[in-house]
Nanobody, 115 residues
Framework: QVQLRESGGGLVQPGGSLRLSCAAS????????MDWYRQAPGKQRELVAT???????NYADSVKGRFTISRDNAKNTVYLQMNSLKFEDTAVYYC?????????WGQGTQVTVSS
């Protein structure tokens, strides 16, 4: 059974930083691309960042240069380092993996950017 568990969200001031973590179980973690999505109130869920099994990364234009996705295959964990946070980064952040045609999601972690 695939399980994804996010942590690390919270309240931060504009310009601040947070690091999100997603611990995966039930999969051969190193074999799969991992994603971070986010969903703000009243908006559709959007893809924030992807890291392939080989370590290639891709980012939404809105977070390029501010967010960094990384993975530690020994710990079955994917991270999202978020710097220079803006009000518009406020959202629930979800970890995701598409495995054998099935989408798996974590429960989400709230990130609130507020002064």
């Amino acid at each position: 059974q695939v399980q994804l568990r996010e942590s690390g969200g919270g309240l931060v001031q504009p310009g601040g930083s947070l690091r999100l973590s997603c611990a995966a179980s039930g999969i051969i973690f190193s074999s799969w691309s991992m994603d971070w999505y986010r969903q703000a109130p009243g908006k559709q869920r959007e893809l924030v960042a992807t890291i392939t099994s080989g370590g290639r990364t891709n980012y939404a234009d809105s977070v390029k240069g501010r967010f960094t996705i990384s993975r530690d295959n020994a710990k079955n964990t994917v991270y999202l380092q978020m710097n220079s946070l803006k009000f518009e980064d406020t959202a629930v952040y979800y970890c995701h993996v598409l495995r054998l045609g099935y989408d798996y999601w974590g429960q989400g972690t709230q990130v609130t950017v507020s002064s």
